[in-house]
Nanobody, 131 residues
Framework: QVQLVESGGGLVQAGGSLRLSCAAS?????????????MGWFRQAPGKEREFVGI???????DYADSVKGRFTLSRDNAKNTVYLQMNSLKPEDTAVYYC????????????????????WGQGTQVTVSS
């Protein structure tokens, strides 16, 4: 069974930076006949719906929500089965639980941020940005 484990969350002041990691452990998705087209990040603040943050596709390209463009950067280390979310210039409104997720549907521009197309999720890591 594949597990996604996030780490790197914490408390940071506005304007600061954090780097989140998402490590895939266990047997690979391919063992189960599952194609993973990309690894995405979502976040959910208290009382709000889960929100798309960004995705790094299997080919290495990335897509971001407008709210984080220019501040957040996704990267991946295939040898370590790990995806990173570098978050700079953090704002209080970035406060949320951040989840990584594996997308099992190919890229269609209009569906990049649809949570239902991401079938495997980590447990989340809390990011708190103080003003």
């Amino acid at each position: 069974q594949v597990q996604l484990v996030e780490s790197g969350g914490g408390l940071v002041q506005a304007g600061g930076s954090l780097r989140l990691s998402c490590a895939a452990s266990g047997r690979s998705f391919s063992v189960y006949g599952i194609s993973v087209y990309g690894m995405g990040w979502f976040r959910q603040a208290p009382g709000k719906e889960r929100e798309f943050v960004g995705i790094v596709w299997s080919g290495g390209s990335t897509d971001y929500a407008d709210s984080v463009k220019g501040r957040f950067t996704l990267s991946r280390d295939n040898a370590k089965n790990t995806v990173y979310l570098q978050m700079n210039s953090l704002k209080p409104e970035d406060t949320a639980v951040y989840y990584c997720a594996a997308r099992s549907a190919p890229k269609v521009a209009a569906t990049v941020g649809l949570a239902r197309l991401y079938n495997y999720w980590g447990q989340g890591t809390q990011v708190t940005v103080s003003s």
